[in-house]
């Protein structure tokens, strides 16, 4: 595999698919991309504590705590203590934040379905199927604690 290829392709479709995202900003209701990334991740994982939330995301702590405590203000999360840690916060969506986050995937679904759509019906099993190889690699990748050694 050429990997200057590879590399250079993945970088564009990464950066094509946050451009897509970006620009389809209104269908976060509102949120910014950020909190909206924050609110799919809570759909994804249920209620979490903040370190995980930051650490799931690859984002700062200080700065998802400050996008935490703005979503808490407008009631789209709650944070509770733990029980077993009362210093540690527990952050959940709360019935505004579930019926948002169902919106936003809704809005993201329909892009996806919009971008799978221009690929050829018969590359579509292709597609689907390179693209949860990808994600496996991706997420292997995070796993070994590999980011950042080497990157720009």
Do not use: F, Y
């Not at 995980?52 to 995301?57: C, F, H, Y």
């Not at 018969?122 to 796993?143: F, M, P, Q, Y």
Request: with cysteine.
């Amino acid at each position: 595999m050429d990997t200057l290829i590879s590399g250079g392709l993945l970088r564009r479709v990464a950066n094509l698919h946050a451009q897509l995202h970006r620009q389809g900003e209104s269908c976060c209701g509102g949120a910014t991309m950020a909190q909206c990334t924050i609110l799919t991740e809570l759909g994804r994982t249920g209620p979490v504590i903040l370190g995980d939330l930051s650490r799931g995301l690859g984002l700062d702590k200080g700065w998802v705590s400050r996008s935490v405590e703005t979503l808490a203000q407008e009631g789209l999360l709650e944070k509770k203590p733990s029980e077993a840690d009362k210093r540690t916060v527990i952050i959940e969506m709360t019935a505004t934040g579930h019926s948002l986050c169902e919106s936003v995937n809704t809005a993201l679904d329909s892009l996806s379905e919009r971008v799978l759509k221009r690929v050829p019906p018969e590359e579509h099993e292709g597609v689907l199927r390179a693209l949860k190889i990808l994600e496996r690699a991706l997420e292997e990748e995070l796993d070994q604690g590999h980011v950042g050694t080497s990157c720009c």
